[in-house]
């Protein structure tokens, strides 16, 4: 499990991470994170765009998004 310190940058809040949680993400400096709060509030998916490497994830994503949504319905 990753520990992530929330810091106020000026008029912004920020997420900031270490090297270590860096790496372990696979991620870079100017990749974007796209993280869902699951029902209960906490994270339930962190990803990060991979469109650029795979022209159907963004179809895919859409269509988990789109899943997720009907399933509130649902329920």
Do not use: C
């Not at 270490?18 to 699951?38: I, K, M, R, Y």
């Not at 962190?46 to 895919?60: K, N």
């Amino acid at each position: 499990m990753l520990a992530l310190k929330v810091e106020k940058i000026g008029d912004r809040v920020a997420v900031v991470l270490t090297e270590e949680a860096l790496a372990q993400l696979n991620l870079a400096v100017g990749d974007v994170l796209h993280v869902e709060p699951g029902r209960d509030g906490a994270v339930q998916v962190v990803t990060r765009e991979v469109w650029l490497e795979d022209p159907h994830a963004r179809g895919r994503a859409f269509l988990r998004r789109y899943n997720k949504s009907f399933e509130r319905f649902e329920g």
